[in-house]
């Protein structure tokens, strides 16, 4: 029991209490609205009456804001800083994402989309490689451009396609706190200034009004990177993302 509690208290000390609100909301209200879609008067689909068969998801030129947490981790390899010690086992560490963008038909049922996104990619390691009690916290905040197709089976989607960002911070500090990274002047060594990565999610539209044109959609993503945050030849700081959030849709007239 003692190592279970001192495990969870660790865990609260190095988790970002701004960081963690921001997963609880975002995932208290993808289940909210996944919950409602059963009994949601507009979301339905077949049977008898007005509903029958009728097409509730986006058809048109839809403009898109939207919210996320990011759940963040090194996906592989090693990170290196400017003091010799290296870093390769980081834990999850969840921070916001916002978005803004639009839905584009090509074919039937397939829109392009794409999207203007903030993200905050930062990550935090216990312990140095050799078991060296000396965390690290790495501030890696981007701005990019998503490019994705969607296709959708009926209120329900999914997405595929890529995002190119290019960081407005990547600093980093010993601490257990990311705030302490945030606010560090100390670059990462030879920082990259554009990052390329893979993403993939799904999603589900549920009508916010009668005459179908507005729609709140929860969505989740997985973000995977394809090239490291350092120039610096085998120094790997490459960050995945799992997230979850919901967006605002508003159809053009």
Do not use: C
């Not at 495990?7 to 975002?26: C, E, G, P, R, V």
């Not at 935090?124 to 197709?149: N, Y």
């Not at 002047?185 to 009668?210: F, W």
């Amino acid at each position: 029991m003692t190592g279970s509690f001192d495990y969870f208290t660790n865990y609260q000390n190095i988790m970002s209490l701004k960081s963690l609100k921001h997963l609880i909301t975002a995932s208290a209200l993808a289940i909210f609205v996944m919950a409602g879609v059963s009994n949601h008067a507009y979301a339905q689909k077949g049977g008898d009456g007005q509903l029958h068969d009728e097409v509730t998801w986006p058809q048109g030129i839809t403009v898109t804001v939207g919210g996320a947490a990011n759940a963040n981790w090194q996906e592989s390899g090693t990170f290196s800083v400017g003091d010799g010690l290296s870093y390769d086992q980081s834990h999850g560490l969840a921070n916001p994402s916002f978005s803004v963008g639009m839905e584009i038909p090509i074919l039937q049922n397939m829109m392009f989309v794409p999207r203007v996104v903030y993200n905050d990619y930062s990550v935090q390691f216990d312990q140095a490689v050799g078991g060296i009690q000396q965390p690290l916290v790495v501030s890696l905040l981007t701005v990019g451009g998503d490019a994705m197709f969607k296709y959708s089976f009926n209120n329900f989607h999914v997405l595929a396609g890529g995002e190119i960002s290019t960081p407005v911070n990547a600093t980093y500090a010993h601490s257990s706190h990311i705030e302490d990274a945030t606010h560090s002047t100390t670059e990462i060594p030879d920082k990259e200034n554009i990052l390329g990565a893979l993403k993939g999610g799904v999603g589900y539209d549920i009508p916010l009004n009668s005459g179908n044109t507005m729609w709140l959609t929860p969505e989740a993503f997985y973000t995977y990177p394809l090239n490291s945050a350092s120039r610096i030849a085998q120094n790997d700081l490459k960050v995945t993302a799992l997230s979850g959030g919901a967006s605002l849709k508003f159809q053009l007239p």
